[in-house]
């Protein structure tokens, strides 16, 4: 079943084209990517998905209803770009009243809050104001405020942007045991690793669709070349096919290295080529 | 859709205590300061002005200039997006915004009043008249606050131009005396100015005038006007 599916959407701003004949799907229990260079219409599109943009033509449903629907937005986590929790409030009053919101009933916020409280090692932040937390902690929150109302799906609009690496890491964690667990989601990034690190299948966006295919797929279609590297005297060979790369390998008395070009070298290339 | 309402507000109004010291200062010592120096130069006629014109320019920075910086900073902070993909409507948070500052202000105005009946001996002579003007000047900055906070796309712009027009109704219109001691033709100018209504409610409230009413009406042609500004800013988003 999809969670997701957009059926040939356009976005447009006047004369400028956002989004442009997109069609893309997330299945249940899935983490998709969207990937692309900042203005490649990748938050357009999460809008349009979450509601709170429609699209100029084109159809979006989400867990099989519009968008816009209120009910659907009910089992929704949506962390959206650059947002950050109330500063005025407490970790625990972000969270407390994201649930109230979503139409969950006190017992059920105490319950799962705490929960997330411990998972999310935010406990001993439970009573300090959002605006004393540093970047991490405060997109930990957010993330304690997307899953309150435990959500079919989560959306997450660059949810690592701005992070120091530390963060960014425990920001993974956090993904990759809600993946273990089932968890739908969507995310939005321009960091080539996150994409890899977390996604089961990537879109690469500039306005419209580029590519489409889990991380291995793409590795695939579009490495046509690999990089030798000769320990013996350092130098670095980029040889085409393979059997151009047994002829190197047989030259090389020594140690050496063999690598695939990375998913971040072949979307510069494929973003190339689009420009 | 109520519940999730009056949990927008509680929370809107847990978020004030930040403010608090300037909440404070605005509500305490900004009024005695204005009803000071004011109140001892103008002649004892006059003195009901002066409480009046302290409301008004109280509604009009506390009102006004608070629901329209906090509606640009909760959109700059990305909360619109937040509460948008919560299921609630954007008029409705804008709204709740509005009317956490709006109720704030409310109980803040006694203090003013006392403060009046206690340093200008200002009584009150209709306190239904008061109310219908304060609730209706209330619901006007509020709305204008609203379609300035949700008009003005930066941020930066929109803290200048509330400040600016806040005082510029404030302090160019006839908000501290009379209308009538503006020469004409610049008497009707004042009547495209907002405050005006409110603080001549106020006064005819203060002296027990029904005229208090029809001031009070114009200020909730004025909300609605507003009202009619912020809906269309919105749908253009």
């Known amino acids: 079943m999809y969670v997701i599916e957009v059926n040939n959407v356009w976005k447009a701003y006047g004369k400028i084209i956002a989004n442009e004949d997109i069609t893309m799907r997330v299945k249940e229990g899935e983490i998709v990517a969207l990937l692309g260079p900042n203005g490649a219409g990748k938050t357009t599109l999460v809008k349009q998905i979450y509601g709170e943009l429609t699209p100029t033509k084109g159809e979006i449903r989400v867990l099989g209803k519009k968008p816009t629907d209120r009910h659907v937005k009910k089992f929704l986590g949506v962390i959206p770009q650059e947002c950050e929790p109330y500063g005025d409030l407490t970790v625990w009053d972000n969270i407390y009243y994201m649930g109230r919101l979503k139409g969950a009933s006190k017992d059920e916020i105490k319950k799962r809050g705490e929960e997330l409280l411990e998972r999310l090692d935010l406990r001993s932040k439970r009573n300090t104001l959002a605006r004393d937390l540093s970047g991490g902690l405060k997109r930990r929150t957010l993330i304690a405020m997307a899953l309150i109302n435990n959500p079919k799906l989560l959306i997450l609009d660059e949810p690592t942007t701005g992070l120091d690496p530390e963060a960014r890491r425990e920001v993974w964690e956090i993904l990759l045991n809600m993946r273990k667990e089932g968890q739908s989601m969507l995310l939005t990034t321009h960091y080539l690793d996150e994409a890899e690190r977390l996604a089961d299948k990537i879109y690469f966006l500039s306005r419209k669709i580029i590519v489409e295919g889990t991380p291995t797929q793409i590795k695939e279609k579009f490495a046509d070349w690999y990089e030798v590297i000769d320990y013996t005297n350092g130098k670095v060979y980029k040889v085409k096919g393979e059997e151009e790369l047994k002829k190197i390998i047989m030259t090389i008395n020594g140690k050496f290295e063999v690598r695939m070009p990375s998913l971040e070298e072949i979307y510069l290339q494929v973003m190339k080529d689009v420009e | ?237």
């Open chain 2, 1 to 237: 859709m109520l519940s999730e309402f009056l949990n927008l507000i509680v929370m809107q109004l847990k978020m004030i205590r930040a403010y608090l010291p300037v909440f404070l200062f605005f509500s305490i010592l900004f009024p005695i300061g204005f009803m000071l120096v004011f109140g001892y130069i103008s002649i004892r006629s006059l003195t009901p002005f002066i409480v009046a014109g302290t409301i008004t320019f109280y509604v009009s920075i506390g009102v006004l200039t608070s629901v329209a910086q906090s509606l640009a900073f909760e959109r700059n902070a990305g909360r619109f997006s937040l509460m948008i993909a919560t299921g609630i409507p954007r008029e409705f948070y804008a709204i709740s915004i509005a009317l956490s500052n709006g109720i704030a202000t409310l109980i803040m105005i006694p203090i003013i009043l006392v403060l009046g009946s206690y340093l200008l001996h200002v009584e009150i002579k209709s306190i239904p008249f008061l109310l219908i003007a304060l609730v209706s000047s209330l619901f006007m900055a509020s709305m204008l606050g609203m379609a300035l906070g949700l008009g003005i796309r930066n941020i930066y712009t929109v803290n200048q131009y509330s400040t600016i027009i806040s005082f510029v109704l404030s302090f160019f219109a006839p908000v501290y005396f009379p209308v009538a001691f503006i020469p004409l033709p610049f008497r009707y100018l004042t009547y495209i100015e907002p405050t005006t209504y409110v603080s001549q409610a106020l006064y005819y409230a203060f002296i027990g005038n029904p005229l208090s009413l029809l001031w009070s009406l114009g200020i909730i042609i004025f909300g609605f006007i507003f009202v009619i500004l912020s809906r269309y800013v919105i749908r253009r988003q």
